[in-house]
């Protein structure tokens, strides 16, 4: 079975400019969790989607970020315009149920540096 | 506010000996822990989570952690370090109060490093 994939694995960018990130969740898994590291810090939650609604996101830094999944499939997270202080690694997970007691599977994180 | 602590940035440890890696929580109700580890240049791996029952937890590569209510704690452990161990590691709780929603909330993690 395949895990979370992200793309890209890396990205550079200059302030103002614009990155997707891509998150590629387990097949069937109908949750799907945007993360993100900034500067050795905590993970911190961004947003969960349940197929394609978006369930929480009460960890939306600004509306320069947007958030989508058409199809309940992949997702992909705009930063639009990048800031410096968007630099971090982004993380994707997913799981198969919304529930309390399971765990859910990470992707292997996108770094993205905004110059 | 929910929160999780890991007080230690790094942990050295030799290999052969026993490890802990710290974790303190503070939740309103019920607390699901869980840990996770980073290898570099890898995703988040789980390792091992306390839901209910018993308070000692057997997860992945030998580990183990101990769910102490009284002191809001949840310690990772380990009988005999290896240097494969040497990586990142997470403790993270979930957050109940918003029950229809899964987000974890990490502590910022600690580096072990296992010396031969």
């Known amino acids: 079975e395949a895990g979370v994939t992200q793309f890209p694995s890396h990205s550079v960018i200059e302030k103002g400019q614009t990155v997707t990130l891509r998150c590629d969740p387990i097949?069937?898994?109908?949750?799907l969790y945007w993360y993100r590291r900034v500067m050795g810090k905590e993970i911190k939650f961004l947003l969960h989607?349940?197929?394609?609604?978006?369930?929480?996101e009460s960890g939306m830094p600004n509306n320069r970020f947007l958030a989508e999944r058409t199809g309940g499939t992949y997702s992909t997270l705009k930063v639009q315009p990048a800031e410096l202080e968007d630099s971090g690694v982004y993380f994707c997970?997913?799981?198969?149920?919304?529930?309390?007691?399971?765990?859910?599977?990470f992707g292997p994180g996108t770094r993205l540096t905004v110059l | 506010a929910q929160s999780v602590a890991q007080p230690e940035d790094q942990v050295n440890v030799a290999e052969g000996n026993p490890l802990t890696v710290k974790c303190t929580y503070s939740?309103?109700?019920?607390?699901?822990l869980f840990w996770y580890v980073q290898y570099p240049n890898r995703g988040l791996q789980f390792l091992l989570k306390?839901?209910?029952?018993?308070?000692l937890v057997k997860g992945s590569y030998g580990f183990e952690a101990e769910f102490n209510k009284s002191q809001t704690s949840f310690h990772l452990k380990k009988p005999s370090a290896l240097v494969s161990d040497s990586a990142l590691y997470f403790c993270?709780?979930?957050?109940?109060?918003?029950?229809?929603?899964?987000?974890?909330?990490f502590g910022q993690g600690t580096t072990l490093q296992v010396k031969p």
């Open positions: 097949s069937g898994h109908d949750n």
């Open positions: 997970a997913s799981s198969l149920r919304d529930s309390r007691f399971n765990e859910q599977f």
């Open positions: 306390y839901i209910t029952g018993d308070n």
């Open positions: 939740v309103s109700g019920n607390p699901y």
């Open positions: 993270a709780v979930r957050d109940i109060i918003s029950s229809n929603t899964g987000k974890l909330i």
């Open positions: 989607f349940v197929k394609e609604s978006k369930q929480d």
